[in-house]
């Protein structure tokens, strides 16, 4: 299965950045997909994430009250709207989905079993 990100670049702190990741497999079917990232010298780090078996969401600490997580169920499509961005959100950000696991694992410990090519998001001063 592959997950296709686009919408990353560059962008100035306080800026906004829009990513989406889309499953083109129409017969794709997930517990959750959601958004990582992981920047140089740093170990990956839970974005956000949407469940689609159940209504749900959640959004990371580090970033919670800045981006939000929306989805398109019938397209397969996940976005993630960052706003007021900051240099530490600088990393590249990778899109997974979850296809193993009870549906109703917490959306941080899902075993993400497929993963995009990623996407960098630089933030500039």
């Known amino acids: 299965v592959q997950l296709v990100e686009s919408g990353g670049g560059a962008v100035q702190a306080g800026g906004s950045l829009r990513l989406s990741c889309t499953a083109p497999d129409r017969t794709f079917s997930a517990h959750a997909m959601g958004w990582f990232r992981q920047a140089p010298g740093k170990e990956r780090e839970f974005v956000a994430a949407v469940r689609w078996s159940r209504i749900g969401s959640k959004i990371g600490d580090s970033v919670k009250g800045r981006f939000i997580i929306s989805s398109d169920k019938a397209d397969n499509t996940i976005y993630l709207q960052m706003n007021n961005l900051k240099t530490e959100d600088t990393a590249v950000y990778y899109c997974?989905?979850?296809?193993?696991?009870?549906?109703?694992?917490?959306?941080?410990?899902?075993?993400?079993?497929?993963w995009g090519p990623g996407t960098q998001v630089t933030v500039s001063p």
């Open positions: 997974a989905a979850a296809t193993v696991g009870p549906w109703n694992t917490p959306l941080p410990s899902f075993d993400y079993n497929y």
